[in-house]
């Protein structure tokens, strides 16, 4: 008899197992070597509580979509990510540790998922929070752990694009855009849309301005696409950036892709975000980024930053490029990009 | 493999000869694809070809680097985790509301008299959120093809399709009602491709449109 299970869930097997125990030695090595504190926190939690973090709009991958009410009446949900379960154990069980506190986890989260787009439901995270620690040093720590966490696990070839939330809004106010049109614009930015940002843009403000952000919004590669930016209000809205390359060593810069028109979608990052590729996979295998605000919100008000992988994709990656040659061809290394 | 390196996507059915002029002047030679309507996957070109509404999803996924779709088919499947880089501005079609000619609209009496419409098409997530925004119930009918046959049959009172000349409509007895969206191809990229082959990205981005502001 075969009984199902649900959709973007599975079993995992022990030829499966004992491989995926491997990534996940390596990583919680690599954490414990780095100074991280692995901690555990329930997969539910009540709902009013995560609410705290203030996510938004309905689309938000980080927005809880399993509830369920307890004995008492009490809306309980499961977890969606572990930076928000960590934002309250912080504030609630290290009060009056001094910072930085460096924590460090691996945990199973729970997510709404789109049919027939082979998303997990479940996802198994490894990750670490950096709270107490702000940019750019907290950040280009960070950002060093994950690099060395992408080796530790054999996966050297993946790269970071590195991006700032709080850029492209900067430059926004430097240029005057209004109110309205800002928020159609990164809504635009945010969807990955360029055609749309283009439309908006120029609906926005002048010829030349237009022409500015359009340029800052596609720059991606390496510290030339900073160094090349001219305009001083573009210099200054990614002074961010250029402080957080001048912390990070040689070995480090060259796993990042830097993207000036990154944004991530999820509502409580305030700075630096990154997205991980490793090649071989179309989609980002981990994340993460800064959220300064997210923890006073919880009521400790620390700086923090944070990223997390997604375990399975690491080992998908791992396993390699067994589905045809039309893969992303994994002896192709980026060698830095360009502006258009 | 082309001279950019790319894994490039690119929709059979009425946008593909344009798709290929495209590539042409760019300087991918699609000779091998016109000559061929049964083969999908040409390394020499670095091209597969698939029905339009399938693009988004091998760039998606990244089993493709880049390619080229209708707006249509990016709207109809809001939520791909594409990068949408340009417009292309060929295959202009209209996506409209369309109903049995003459006065008054079947559509506006079945909503007036019954409260709701039945409506059918194969674009149910664009309709679908047409109808919320305009504050009217429908109920959805979602066919594969030949739309045009479920109002003249009595199975819906109005449709929502695709039209470029309004031809079909018409010799179906047939009668737009309203726009609800205007649509041209696209060039589409998968967002790791996006980060990690950047300078070839952006170089066939500046090809194709060799006018572009800002390129």
Partial sequence: MTLPIPSGTRDVLPDEMRERQGVV???????????????STPAVEYASVLERAGIGPSEDAARPRFRTIDEHGETLVLRSDMTVPIARL?????????????????????????????????????????????????????????????????????????GDAALFPELLDAVGVGERERAE?????????????????????????????????????????????????????????????????????SHLILDLGLTRKLGYYTGAVFEVYAPGQGHAIGGGGRYDDLLGRFGRPLPAVGFALDVDALHTALVGVARGRWRVDPTVIPNGGSAA | MNRYGLRIAVPRGTMLGDALDHL???????????????????????????????????????????????????????????????????????????????????????????????????????????????????????????????????????????????????????VEREEIAFSTARLIVNPAAHRLKAAAVDELRRALLPAAPGA
């Fill in chain 1, 25 to 39: 030695t390596a990583l919680r090595d690599h954490f414990a070597t780095c100074g991280y504190g692995e901690v």
């Fill in chain 1, 90 to 162: 912080v504030a609630s069980r290290f009060g009056d540790v001094e910072p930085p506190i460096r924590l460090s986890y691996l945990a199973h989260c729970y997510r709404g998922i789109l049919p027939g787009r082979g998303e997990a439901r479940e996802l198994l995270q490894a990750g670490i929070e950096l709270c107490g620690a702000g940019a750019p040093e907290g950040t280009a720590e960070a950002l060093t752990v994950l690099v060395g966490a992408l080796r530790a696990v054999g996966l050297d070839g993946a790269r970071v694009a590195v």
């Fill in chain 1, 185 to 253: 614009i990164l809504h635009e930015l945010a969807t990955r849309d360029h055609v749309g940002l283009e439309r908006e843009i120029r609906a926005a403000t002048d010829d030349a301005t237009a022409a500015l952000l359009l340029d800052v919004a596609a720059r991606r590669g390496g510290p030339e696409v900073l160094d090349q930016l001219e305009d001083p209000r573009a210099r200054e809205a990614s002074r961010g950036l250029r402080q957080l390359l001048e912390r990070i060593d040689d070995d480090v810069r």
């Fill in chain 2, 24 to 174: 042409d002047r760019v300087g991918i030679d699609t000779s091998e694809v016109r000559s061929n309507d049964r083969k999908l996957l040409f390394e020499d070109a670095g091209i597969v070809t698939m029905r339009p509404s399938d693009v988004a999803t091998y760039v998606e996924a990244g089993a493709a680097d880049v390619g080229i779709t209708g707006k249509d088919v990016l709207m109809e499947q809001r939520g791909r985790d594409v990068v949408e880089l340009a417009d292309l501005g060929f295959g202009p079609c209209r996506i409209v509301l369309a109903s049995v000619a003459g006065d008054p609209d079947p559509a506006v009496e079945a909503l007036r008299r019954l409260g709701i419409m039945r409506v059918a098409t194969k674009y149910t997530g664009i309709a679908g959120r047409f109808f919320e925004e305009t504050g009217r119930q429908v109920e959805l009918v979602k066919v594969n093809g030949s739309v045009e046959l479920a109002p003249l049959t009595g199975l819906v009172d109005a449709i929502v399709d695709l039209t470029a000349t309004g031809t079909t409509l018409r010799e179906n007895g047939l």
